[in-house]
């Protein structure tokens, strides 16, 4: 099946610093997400990504298909960004995503 | 507009038990996905339900198993409990591609 690789898998920063994500993905995608989960667990949608660029905000991502990546950019960290984002993705069109194993983001005020 | 449901929040059994979760899709949603997360990792794939039948499943074995309603609401069942069961249980639902997860059912096998 489709890897999904993600760095770094933690990052401390500063409040208001910059810091950009990223995802390998190891085949060609139909669907791919990013994700904020919170400390009790919910994931929360910040971009449907499968190619292109899209802003949200602070946020931004870019999925360059073609190379089989994708960024998520955090723009001024507040200490309420902290907690853990993933990237899935889904392969075959089937809507079961692969979830790497997240980057731990930790905004220190 | 809700998003997706799930009951219970928190659960606790005991080895070789069964549990029955439940979830409840955002409005206009047609397919439902179930997740396991354990702790630290990211969550993986267990089945998808599409008109009230098993559309597809990850590499889980048969004690999990589930069912989708008319209503497009679903359950998870597991049964004869292990102590590795323990994990966050994520559902999600989909119309198109882009799937939203709801809060999730903590289980702690003991």
């Known amino acids: 099946g489709i890897q999904v690789e993600q760095s770094p898998p933690d990052l401390i920063l500063q409040e208001g610093a910059n810091s950009t994500l990223r995802c390998n993905f190891s085949?060609?995608?139909?669907?791919l997400q990013w994700f904020h989960q919170n400390p009790w667990g919910q994931l929360i949608n910040l971009f449907y990504i499968p190619s292109g660029t899209k802003q949200n905000g602070r946020l931004s991502a870019t999925t360059v298909a073609t190379e089989r990546y994708s960024l998520l950019y955090i723009s001024s960290s507040q200490t309420t960004d902290s907690g853990v984002y993933f990237c899935a993705v889904d392969s075959r069109g089937r809507r079961a995503l692969t979830f790497g194993s997240g980057t731990r983001l930790q905004v220190q005020p | 507009d809700a998003g997706v449901t799930q009951s219970p929040t928190h659960l606790i059994k005991t080895r070789g038990q069964q549990v029955t979760l439940r979830c409840s899709p955002k409005s206009g949603h047609d397919t439902v996905s179930w997740y396991q997360q354990a702790l630290g990792q990211g969550p993986q794939f267990i089945f998808q339900?599409?008109?009230?039948?098993?559309?597809q499943r990850g590499n889980f074995p048969d004690r999990f198993s589930g069912h989708q309603f008319p209503n497009y609401s679903s359950e998870l069942n597991v049964n004869a409990l292990l102590l590795g069961d323990s994990a966050l249980y994520l559902c999600?639902?989909?119309?198109?591609?882009?799937?939203?997860f709801g809060p999730g059912t903590r289980l702690t096998v003991l």
């Open positions: 085949d060609s995608v139909n669907n």
């Open positions: 339900y599409y008109e009230e039948e098993e559309r």
């Open positions: 999600a639902s989909s119309l198109v591609e882009e799937q939203f």
